[in-house]
């Protein structure tokens, strides 16, 4: 007859109201569920009303990103299984690790074009936030960032329904200094360079010289999708294997901590990239399981296909051209920018045809 709660909030009425003497009696008069059920209510009402706001603010941004997965630390990647998770810090002997790094004092443009553009290959570019003195190497460490947007919302999550999910970048930092999740939720934010606070950390970088001609460009601000993205992961987040959209490649600069990035040429289909054919019934397929388990196991499933992997260090840019496969791991706590583009001279025919159909599609918007 009772709700559960109801049972307890009249039992504790009548104890005070019968000052205390009643109390057996009423206890015994109820279900023991229903006591069980109030007083674990209780318990959790009080431990909830002790959190944090960031803590509740996660919360509520943890259920609202992922409603059905009810433990965020299932898997122990921050406890148990730490150990391989740091593994991931290193390279092990046997892979394919060639994706060449190149110091940017000694890339012309000309070169990075016919060398890696033109032939459609990946390569990290090394310094160029040193050699174009960026801003961002001091203004985007978390300190700073803290002191200047601590107010401002990220995105930091999508639900189901496609809506961000955005959070005050001091309760962020909060979380990211703090959680034991096994793939926290990650800062990916496209809005930074269209709002009024956080617009000035458009001074803070410069799109590096080797992908300044980039075919969509030509759309327009306005009708352009989003396209460049502020990044800031905790360690364990990650981005799970994809492909650019609509044929575009991409540049990452990395300003602090180190990421973990796998690369698969266009030709791999979805299903071995994504690590589909490995996986096993309940298992989760976030960036950190499919670098800690699925990996391997496609290694060992596939020695014939190319899988490229490499770290890539603070100040460093990785060139990611269009229909490449790739995913990475935030081995450390990270803040980078990234951007898509459709660099020119990388167009395949069909890519480009491709490209340029979208592109009409969009200008005509
Ligand atoms: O740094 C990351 O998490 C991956 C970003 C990405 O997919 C990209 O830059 O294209
Ligand atoms: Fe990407």
């Given at each position: 007859m009772f709700g559960s709660s109801n049972a307890l909030v009249w039992s504790i009425n009548m104890f005070i109201l019968s000052g205390g003497d009643k109390c057996a009696n009423v206890w015994f008069a109820l279900p023991i569920e229903a006591v069980a059920a109030s007083v674990s209510t209780l318990v959790i009402a009080m431990a909830d009303s002790k959190k944090r706001t960031w803590e509740k603010r996660v919360d509520d941004a943890r259920k609202r990103h992922?409603?059905?997965?009810?433990?965020?630390?299932?898997?122990?990647?921050?406890?148990?299984r730490n150990p391989d998770f740091i593994k991931l810090r290193h390279l092990e002997?046997?892979?394919?690790?060639?994706i060449p790094k190149i110091d940017c004092s000694k890339l012309s443009v000309d070169d990075f074009r016919k060398r890696y553009e033109a032939l459609n290959l990946p390569c990290i570019l090394t310094n160029i936030p040193q050699h174009e003195e960026w801003k961002a190497l001091q203004n985007w460490t978390f300190d700073s960032l803290r002191r200047k947007y601590s107010d401002h919302m990220f995105k930091c999550g999508e639900d189901d329904d496609g809506y961000k999910i955005k959070m005050k970048l001091k309760y962020y930092l909060s979380y990211l200094e703090n959680n034991q999740d096994d793939s926290p939720l990650y800062i990916f934010d496209s809005n930074f360079y269209e709002q009024e606070d956080t617009k000035?950390?458009?001074?803070?970088f410069k799109v590096p010289s080797y992908f300044t001609e980039d075919l969509f460009s030509l759309v327009g601000e306005s009708k352009r999708p989003p396209y460049r993205w502020f990044l800031v992961g905790p360690e364990r987040s990650g981005t799970t294997v994809h492909i650019d959209p609509l044929g575009t490649s991409a540049w990452n600069t990395l300003i602090s901590g180190r990421k973990r990035w796998v690369l698969f040429p266009p030709e791999v289909s979805k299903r071995v990239a994504k690590g589909q054919d490995v996986i096993n019934k309940g298992e989760d397929d976030e960036a950190i399981n499919y670098f800690v388990d699925l990996l391997p196991r496609s290694r060992q499933s596939h020695p014939d296909i190319q899988i490229l992997e490499c770290i890539q260090e603070p100040g460093e840019t990785i060139y990611v051209p269009g229909g490449w496969w790739h995913g990475v791991i935030n081995l450390e706590h990270t803040v980078a920018i990234t951007q898509v583009e459709a660099l020119v001279g990388a167009l395949s025919f069909f890519i480009k045809a491709f490209a340029l159909t979208e592109l009409l599609f969009i200008v005509k918007l």
């Open positions: 992922r409603p059905s997965l009810k433990n965020w630390s299932r898997d122990g990647f921050a406890t148990t002997r046997g892979l394919n690790t060639s000035p950390m458009m001074d803070d």
